[in-house]
């Protein structure tokens, strides 16, 4: 139990962190947003709870195939401002875009 709660404090700070930092510095908000530290916890984690290599192999295989699917989602954002899309939208075109990514490797990699 002591290591759910442990796993789920370490996410809040981390999401608070990046909001609170991306106020008045987005870049660094950016850089720790950035940082794959979800998934040195989360393998770090599986490692711990399992001891199974085979299954800390695979999600890092999977992981390295997912993270590049899912950076559609940033580009409507990165482009709103140029654009004078508003946030929803282009936070909303951005979620469709990485789920057609990640769905379409899903539907043809099984």
């Known amino acids: 139990?002591?290591?759910?709660?442990?796993?789920?404090?370490?996410?809040?700070?981390?999401?608070?962190?990046?909001?609170?930092?991306?106020?008045?510095?987005p870049r660094y908000g950016a850089l720790l947003l950035s940082l794959p530290l979800t998934s040195i916890l989360a393998l770090g984690f599986?490692?711990?709870?399992?001891?199974?290599?085979?299954?800390v192999s695979q999600l890092a295989k999977d992981t390295l195939i997912l993270v590049p699917l899912g950076l559609p989602l940033f580009v409507p954002l990165a482009l709103a401002?140029?654009?004078?899309?508003?946030?929803y939208a282009a936070f909303?075109?951005?979620?469709?875009?990485?789920?057609i990514t990640v769905g379409s490797?899903?539907?043809f990699s099984a």
């Open 1 to 25: 139990m002591m290591g759910y709660i442990l796993r789920v404090a370490i996410a809040v700070v981390t999401i608070v962190a990046v909001s609170e930092l991306s106020k008045t510095h």
């Open 46 to 55: 599986s490692w711990q709870q399992h001891h199974d290599l085979v299954s």
């Open 81 to 87: 401002s140029h654009y004078g899309w508003n946030f």
């Open 92 to 99: 909303l075109a951005g979620i469709v875009l990485a789920a």
């Open 105 to 107: 490797w899903l539907a």
